[in-house]
């Protein structure tokens, strides 16, 4: 990946004009080559690899507990509640971005990266001790609490450290981080489940947060380490946003349930859930998110519109595979692998400076990509497909999602202060995470709904006389109207940019 070579401040140095005094307003301007380094030039380079060695461990985990996922609910006989193992994760980070950026903005990035990379590693500890899907899907909950600080804390930390000419090439390196990941964590991850057991796959990954932790922190503490702004340390937390922070998170989870239990009775958490999330949606978010207001409103948006509509199909993907054309776990999760070094090769795209005055175009192409992959992901519920279809759909949704994820994050930290950083971050995160919830909400409600929880019991062995493991219409409902969320998502992309009047 050109993106993270030496050489691209080489490259820069025979572009950048002559020094000049201008360069007084930039922290790193006493160090002679800062205005021309790469994310690899001797100022960065312990910061980035650090940083990208947590994303690199955040990206091993997905893979690899998305590929032992539906073998974990099987074994717990938790396949109706599959959609919460994942839900619960976004669920409970939705609280912890909030606290991430109040924390980040008020004492710097270090501290909240660090207790989350712990929190992160105790929730899969639980997770792969659990005796019960509930059990499990608390530690799920735990490592949520884990993955919202770290994620918001990565964010102020790049927009903290690194000029805006070089933000677009650290967030490209987040999604090359993702390609060795998604190419041996299914394989490695399969054979452990099929060998040892799924167990396996959640309480061997926590050995792996030493590394970060060695690479990350020293380098954070040297660069980005206290407040933007040290007026801001004395300021006490805003309490109104941790209620706010509260009340999604509580009002997430209670659709989730709702979605799951499909009865009358579910209609009260589900207004309950209702009448929380929509003060804490217009009072964490910026104003104009929800009608697509022009410029960071819709950022934010987009940025949940996007993840959200692609995660939700994403997560039935390997349960599709294995239920329905019989693919072990590990064939199931290399299905999706491919995607690893397609999304890395979008974000790549979006970060070439010439790319840079065609970005909104980039974004609507890359929704539109993301859309087609989920609509076509389902046709291999038809048995003359070949499997391989959805790895190829997956591939090119997986480009178009490499090109918008990295854009959402470069316009928002060039549309935010730097004292603003952590409480915009966190609001990006926030959509993203509360879509994943709402949308998997949903599509777990229409998968059991449509007679999904006996796939996991066909696949038992336990199906009552009649009884059949082969629901496609629960897959279908769940892939179809995400592919209809994304495609609403391409409008969106067209209002990020202000238009000069």
Known sequence: ???????????????????????????????????????????????????????????????AVGTAM??????????????????????????????????????????????????????????????????????????????????????????????????????????????IPSVVGPLASGTVTEQLGWRWVFVGIPALIVIPLALALPAIRRTASGPADPAAADEPYDRRRIRLALGISAGAGLLQYAGQELNWLALLPAALGVALLVPAVRGLLPTGTVRAGRGLPSVVLLRGVAAGSFIAAESFVPLMLVTQRGLSPTMAGLSLAVGGATWALGSFVQSRPRMEPHRERLMVSGMVLVAASIAVAPSVLIEGVPVWIVAVAWAFGCFGMGMVIASTSVLLLKLSAPEEAGSNSAALQISDGLSNVLLLAAGGAAFAALGGGAVGAAAHGAVEAGASGSHPGAFAAVFLPMAGVALVGAWVATRVVVREK
């Open 70 to 179: 539906p073998v974990a609910a099987r074994e717990l006989n938790g396949i109706p509640l599959y959609a919460f193992a994942f839900s619960a994760y976004f669920t409970t980070s939705l609280f912890a971005m909030v606290l991430s950026g109040q924390w980040a903005d008020r004492r710097g990035p270090l501290q909240p990266l660090a207790t989350g990379i712990t929190a992160f590693g105790v929730g899969l500890l639980l997770s792969g001790a659990a005796t019960s899907m509930w059990v499990f899907i608390a530690g799920r909950a735990v490592q949520g609490l884990g993955g919202g600080l770290v994620i918001v804390a990565l964010y102020v930390v790049i927009g903290r450290a690194y000029p805006e000419r070089i933000r677009p090439a650290i967030l490209a390196a987040f999604a090359a981080s993702w390609v």
């Open 1 to 63: 990946m050109t993106a993270l070579e030496p050489r691209d401040g080489a490259d820069a140095a025979h572009l950048a004009p002559p020094a000049t005094d201008d360069h007084s307003s930039d922290p790193l301007s006493d160090l002679p080559l800062a205005a021309v380094e790469g994310v690899l030039g001797r100022t960065y380079r312990a910061l980035s690899i650090g940083i990208v060695s947590v994303v690199f461990l955040i990206a091993f985990e997905a893979t």
